[in-house]
């Protein structure tokens, strides 16, 4: 009898458990993420009081101003703020993945493009990442709860931090750009700020169980104009036949999901016919000329 009790009682203690960490994987917030200037100059150290208050209550939105990432979120806004303020764009790269990773050569070929399209425009500009996972498993876990939620919570610390940058920076236009997840974070973020006539998106590839409602200041593509996407239409038989028998590796020229699992289509470059024609028109468009 009384084994049958303890039995019992570790089953118990095991479920509580179990509930106690779902239940704090689904209440408590994500850390906002931090911007990463890729090619900027040193920084000014001349920041105006102002900016430097506004950065730190903005920060205070979203995490506690004790905690480990409120200071790296408010340094990534003023170093934003030091290197763009005399630009005339700000790119914001938002990657797929996890949103830790680094600028993929697919992608980059398009920012190159993109960045010329703006130079003979007559635009000059700063790019920068948005890195919205920070390091360790319960932020890596928090990032799986944003996915399904089409990252309801983590656009917000990325739609204040666009405003506050067109707040203090004159003129200054902002072009999110995101892929696959990456893609619907930006989306997301363009839907909280329908009154900043100077923000505008680029995205590629949203996956399949994405609804988002598209800005008319946003570019959305989905087909790269050789092959159709087959994670956004959920092509599951061209997926299936992709990976049968294949031993599961990452190869730069293939589309896919999760880095292992190959979908074709799933890969955009600027030398696809349904990139680069589209993004050009679209900037000719939306930035006629500085």
Excluded at 55 to 69: E, G, I, M, P, R
Excluded at 276 to 288: A, G, I
Aim: contains cysteine; hydrophobic residues 40%.
């Amino acid at each position: 009898m009384k084994s049958k009790v303890l039995v019992l009682s570790i089953v118990l203690v095991i479920l509580a458990a179990i509930a106690g960490a779902v239940g704090w994987l689904f209440t408590t917030p994500c850390p906002p993420g931090r911007f990463a200037v890729i090619d900027g100059n040193e920084s000014a150290a001349d920041i105006p009081e102002v900016v430097r208050e506004h950065a730190a209550n903005l920060a205070s939105q979203f995490v506690d101003a004790n905690s480990v990432y409120w200071e790296p979120f408010v340094d990534s806004l003023l170093e934003v703020y030091a290197q763009a303020r005399d630009k005339d764009c700000l790119l914001v790269f938002n990657s797929g993945g996890q949103g830790q990773e680094e600028i993929g050569p697919e992608w980059g070929s398009i920012l190159e493009g993109v960045r010329e399209e703006l130079r003979n425009q007559g635009y000059d500009d700063l790019l920068v990442i948005y890195e919205r996972t920070a390091d360790g498993f319960s932020n890596f876990m928090k990032e799986l709860r944003e996915t399904a939620q089409s990252y309801h919570e983590k656009a917000q610390p990325l739609a204040a931090a666009t405003d506050f940058f067109t707040e203090h920076i004159e003129d200054i236009e902002v072009i999110m750009l995101g892929e696959s997840a990456g893609a619907m974070l930006a989306n997301e973020a363009m839907a909280l700020l329908p009154a900043n006539d100077r923000v505008y998106s680029i995205q590629t590839g949203t996956p399949f169980y994405y609804g988002g409602i598209v800005s008319d200041r946003s570019l959305l593509i989905n087909d790269n104009g050789v092959f159709p996407d087959s994670l956004h239409s959920l092509d599951a038989w061209t997926i299936f036949k992709a990976n049968l028998g294949r031993i599961p590796t990452y190869r730069p020229e293939e589309g896919h999901f999760l880095f292992y699992m190959r979908t074709p289509g799933h890969i955009y470059t600027w030398d696809h016919p349904g990139v680069r024609s589209e993004v050009s028109s679209f900037l000719e468009k939306q930035l006629p000329g500085n």
